[in-house]
């Protein structure tokens, strides 16, 4: 069983950063994808940006520029680093880890970007 834990989330200004971590139980992390969506009020959760094994990235063009995911597979962790935010980028943040045809979510962390 893979177990994920966020941390990072809070309030920021927009134009200001965060940085998300996601620690994750389990040795088989190191072959998995993980990843990072978001869920703003009212609407379907949505990728933000994911990583496989290899160090190959993927981002929804809403941040790219903006946002940068890296994995420690040494600390079981993935992290994503939030530049230049924007009220819209208001969300729950979900990590996500992905193996075969299994997925496990974390809790979620919130993100609160005020104008």
């Known amino acids: 069983q893979v177990q994920l834990v966020e941390s990072g989330g809070g309030l920021v200004q927009a134009g200001g950063s965060l940085r998300l971590s996601c620690a994750a139980s389990g040795s088989i992390f190191r072959i998995g994808v993980m990843g990072w969506y978001r869920q703003a009020p009212g609407k379907q959760r949505e990728l933000v940006a994911n990583i496989n094994s290899g160090g190959s990235t993927n981002y929804a063009d809403s941040v790219k520029g903006r946002f940068t995911i890296s994995r420690d597979n040494a600390k079981n962790t993935v992290y994503v680093q939030m530049n230049s935010l924007k009220p819209e980028d208001t969300a729950v943040y979900y990590c996500?880890?992905?193996?075969?045809?299994?997925?496990?979510w974390g809790q979620g962390t919130q993100v609160t970007v005020s104008s």
């Open positions: 996500s880890f992905r193996i075969l045809t299994s997925t496990y």
